[in-house]
């Protein structure tokens, strides 16, 4: 499955921007998806899934409250709708899937898009 991430921006403190993740190649109600992010020197971290049904999601607890990922089945799209934004939100977010039986890490990555959130 190809992922292409998309909605980054330029947003102030305070604000709500959604991220859009198109799945293009095979079934996507196959996969379950989840959003990561990576901010400036630092790691990798996991932001939020959800299953391949979309009946149940995670979520990082410094995201919970605020994010809400969702996906389209029909559109093969997965979203990630983020409200009250904050500066140490600031980060590339990734789009990622896997099959929705295998228990292992997510092995397919969208190429990222870039949140800036200004204080």
């Known amino acids: 499955v190809q992922l292409q991430a998309s909605g980054g921006g330029l947003v102030q403190a305070g604000d709500s921007l959604r991220l859009s993740c198109a799945a293009s190649?095979?079934?996507?109600?196959?996969?379950?998806m989840g959003w990561f992010r990576q901010a400036p020197g630092k790691e990798r971290e996991f932001v939020a899934t959800i299953d391949w049904s979309g009946d149940v999601t995670y979520y990082a607890d410094s995201v919970k409250g605020r994010f809400t990922i969702s996906r389209d089945n029909a559109k093969n799209t997965v979203y990630l709708q983020m409200n009250s934004l904050k500066p140490e939100d600031t980060a590339v977010y990734y789009c990622a899937a896997k099959g929705r039986y295998y228990t292992g890490a997510f092995d397919y990555w969208g190429q990222g898009t870039l949140v800036t959130v200004s204080s």
């Open positions: 190649g095979r079934t996507f109600s196959s996969y379950n």
